[in-house]
């Protein structure tokens, strides 16, 4: 059995993640992301935001 929740976010500048989040007690949980999360510094893309 699967268990999860999966969702899109707009390709902009923003908080949505965090806000999406707040309500949830994340320390409960183990979480694996999928996906492409990048650090972007000066308006160029450096390492990825969330290490593996």
Do not use: A, C
Not at 24 to 36: H, P, T
Request: aromatic fraction near 10%; avoid cysteine.
């Amino acid at each position: 059995m699967k268990r999860g929740v999966s969702f899109e976010i707009p390709n902009s500048h923003g908080n949505y993640l965090g806000e999406i989040l707040r309500t949830i007690d994340i320390s409960s949980y183990n979480w694996r992301m999928d996906g492409e999360d990048y650090l972007v510094e000066n308006g160029e893309l450096k390492e990825p935001l969330l290490q593996s």
